[in-house]
């Protein structure tokens, strides 16, 4: 069995990158580690290829940005070009510029990404997303290529670099307000099930009821994308069931909008007749009318420590992974009220 870089890494307790560096001999190494490192190549017989002394030899000052779909359906979302300024912000500061992937599907996209890493166009990616199975995490871990989540990753937790927020316990304070408000028949609308942070908020909020001797009927769980129109699409399906609820979790505020407009054009009034909580706290939700409750996650603060993570991992090659938790806030404003 052909004995790879992994191999060397795991047997001498160092990153996959140290031993890149190792192999091209980058001064930012100790002695001591590349003295083990290359016994350890010895006693396994790994000979290094031209790929990894290419990738050990980075020094381009750019950055990469992945988008979690086509960078025109994203932008329509608020989150994004708030994340994109935090990260931009931390990546000027350090003389870095950006390079955003492009395409129109999955496909486009993941090729995008094996072109920029191929043609040695950056140093590094930030992932805005993360989802199970996901073809680009994949390929840039089996790589060896630094990048970070803005997500928790699926599986691989301990290898690779996320930043996040505490999204399970986001929606379970979310479900835990909207009980102690009297609601028991309680909705929840979120991004694709395939998403991290939609089932940790799921997760979140089922548990909180559950506590609560409350039932989530699979009726009261839907997924689409994160968009008004989705918001609106959902309004449709829920409020047309023998028992509609009396509270929505939305978990992004361009959904929580379009439910807002959807009751609003059914006669509802909110926070009435149904109250709603959305996460994000995008400045739409504040001037939304009525304003939005909302769980602030911090938007700029998860795109600025993520590019911060990512320099870190591209100039020094001791970085090790790390997780950084981003402190949320549920923001109490005018669309929740007491079921009577």
């Given at each position: 069995m052909t004995v790879t870089i992994k191999d060397v890494a795991k047997k001498a307790n160092v990153a996959p990158s140290t031993v890149s560096r190792v192999i091209a001999d980058n001064p930012s190494i100790s002695e001591k580690t590349k003295r083990r490192v290359r016994k350890v190549m010895s006693e396994?017989?790994?000979h290094p290829n031209l790929n990894a002394r290419n990738l050990a030899n980075q020094t381009t000052k750019t950055l990469g940005l992945v988008m979690p779909s086509s960078a025109s359906k994203a932008f329509q979302n608020p989150f994004f070009p708030e994340v994109?300024?935090?990260i931009s912000s931390f990546a000027h500061m350090e003389g870095y510029a950006l390079y955003m992937s492009t395409?129109?599907?999955e496909e486009e996209i993941f090729n995008g990404v094996v072109k920029m890493v191929q043609g040695r166009q950056i140093g590094g990616i930030v992932l805005l997303y993360?989802?199970?199975?996901?073809?680009?995490?994949?390929?840039?871990?089996?790589?060896n290529f630094p990048f970070v989540l803005i997500g928790k990753p699926y599986d691989r937790k301990d290898e690779i670099t996320y930043v996040d927020n505490d999204n399970y316990t986001a929606a379970r304070e979310v479900a835990e307000y909207l009980i102690s408000l009297g609601h028991k028949q309680i909705a929840f609308i979120g991004g694709g099930s395939d998403l991290l942070v939609t089932r940790e908020r799921l997760a979140g909020m089922s548990d909180a009821l559950k506590l609560a001797d409350i039932v989530l009927p699979k009726e009261y769980i839907l997924h689409f994308d994160f968009s008004r129109e989705s918001g609106q699409q959902a309004v449709e399906e829920l409020m047309g069931l023998?028992?509609?609820?009396?509270?929505?979790?939305?978990?992004?505020?361009?959904?929580?909008?379009?439910?807002?407009?959807?009751?609003?054009?059914?006669g509802?009034?909110?926070?009435k007749d149904v109250s709603i909580v959305s996460f994000n706290n995008a400045l739409l939700s504040e001037i939304a009318s009525p304003p939005l409750s909302t769980v602030d996650v911090n938007i700029y603060q998860l795109g600025y420590e993520a590019a911060k993570a990512l320099v870190d991992k591209v100039e020094n090659a001791e970085s090790t992974a790390k997780c950084i938790i981003i402190p949320h806030k549920l923001l109490k404003r005018q669309t929740c009220d007491h079921y009577a």
């Open positions: 396994l017989g790994y994109i300024r935090g395409g129109e599907t993360s989802r199970e199975n996901d073809r680009i995490i994949q390929y840039l871990h089996n790589q023998k028992q509609p609820p009396t509270a929505i979790m939305a978990t992004d505020d361009l959904i929580g909008l379009g439910v807002l407009s959807a009751l609003s054009k059914k509802f009034v909110v926070p």
